[in-house]
């Protein structure tokens, strides 16, 4: 596959235009918005004006003359699009961390109000360790006859539901290997032996159609700082199927989650719908990042949006074989393209380095501990074209031993 062929494939992507709505650095491939998406124009202009104009000249009024208030609901709704959920189901707030928390709290509780035996929260040996991290510190607190973790392959979810199963904690794409996993027979499988399932979409929203009410899952979070480019540190998101709304609580009781948060009321009394999700006042500036971000994907077909990520990936490794690297590096993301997230892990012994060599030649992955190479593909941002540039610096640094060089020794704080 040569320069003209990936051109070719440029020109008839029905996506190729959205890539100006973005800023990207001069003289930079960017495979890195599976950790931190890339900036549009409108972004900037939007923040700019809601620092010179809404903090700077209208300050306290913007809560009610720019809907500061409301902002949480409204970038909620956008969020949802992307999500497959219906509206009046999701909401824009904290990490998925603090969002975990309050999800893996409400579907405990949901589910032990059944049967009080249930306390199994069922996770993945290689989920994401923040995801782990918050079931052991419920777990913690509630004490292990309410909560306790079990961990398991993710091949084998499935057959581990049993009757002491109360939640299931799945990453629907693997962080490290891309690997996606098929959410619906999941979903059905929990519910058939009385389980909730929670879904983390970190990797999944904004870069692949999600059917969050068809699948019927119960709650899901995820993050708008990857392919959603909401901005670094950006407000996540937490989804709740409206049937559990009327039953549902959660433990982190602040103001902005009360019914009526402006009567000051001395009881909390939690909102009806997802706004009980809510804990305390909004990030505003962050959030509006987020808000102007998603206008991008107004028009994005999402079926589209998926068949370029997977071609992305496809070319990508086609190219690496023709270099004749796929025997060096090895591809620890699933072979099957419908296996897949939106990006390409590699193991390699020299990782760390190859991923600083790389970004010395402009070409910018990320390294995962303890020797995996990321490569991911933003459809809205990412050409044919980059992805022959970005394998063919591959092979030149790789020929000219760059990923070698003991600079590489001592590996950066955050990799
Ligand atoms: C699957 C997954 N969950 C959670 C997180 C992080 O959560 P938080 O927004 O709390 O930092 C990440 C990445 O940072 C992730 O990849
Ligand atoms: N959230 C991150 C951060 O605050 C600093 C650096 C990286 C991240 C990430 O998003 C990591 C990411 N979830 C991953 O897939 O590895």
Known sequence: MNLTDVQALDNRDPLAEYREQFKLPENTIYLDGNSLGAMTTATEKHLQHVISQQWSQDLISSWNEH??????????????????????????????????????????????????????????KDNFPTDLYMVQGISHFLGQHRCQLKLV??????????DKTAVILATEVNFRTGRRLDA?????????????????????????PVHLDNWRADFAVG?????????????????????HHKAMTQPLSGWFGHARPFDFTPDYQPAGGIQQMLTGTP????????????????????????????????VFHQ???????DKTLTLISPQQREERGSQLSYHYEHAYGLCQALIQRGIVADFRAPNYIRFGFTPLYNSFEDIWRATEQLRQ?????????PRWQQRNPVT
């Open 67 to 124: 809907n500061w208030i409301h902002l949480p609901q409204t970038v909620g709704e956008k969020i949802a699009r992307l999500i497959g959920a219906g509206p009046e189901q999701t909401i824009c707030c904290d990490s998925i961390s603090v969002n975990l928390f309050k999800a893996l709290a409400a579907a405990l509780a949901l589910a032990q109000s059944h049967d009080s035996e249930r306390n199994i929260v069922l996770s993945t």
């Open 153 to 162: 392959e993710e091949s084998e979810l499935q057959q581990h539901i049993d």
């Open 184 to 208: 619906k027979p999941l979903v059905t499988a929990a519910h058939e032996k009385g389980a909730l399932v929670i879904l983390d979409l970190a990797h999944s929203a904004g870069a692949m």
């Open 223 to 243: 993050c708008t700082y990857k392919y959603l480019n909401g901005g670094p540190g950006a407000p996540a998101f937490i989804y709740a199927a409206k049937r």
């Open 283 to 314: 990030s505003v500036i962050a959030m509006a990042a987020v808000d102007s971000a998603l206008d991008v994907f107004e028009q994005v077909n999402l079926d589209t949006l998926r068949e370029k990520s997977l071609q992305l990936g496809d």
């Open 319 to 325: 190219l690496l074989k023709e270099h004749n690297l």
């Open 397 to 405: 640094v790789i020929a000219e031993k760059e990923h070698l060089d």
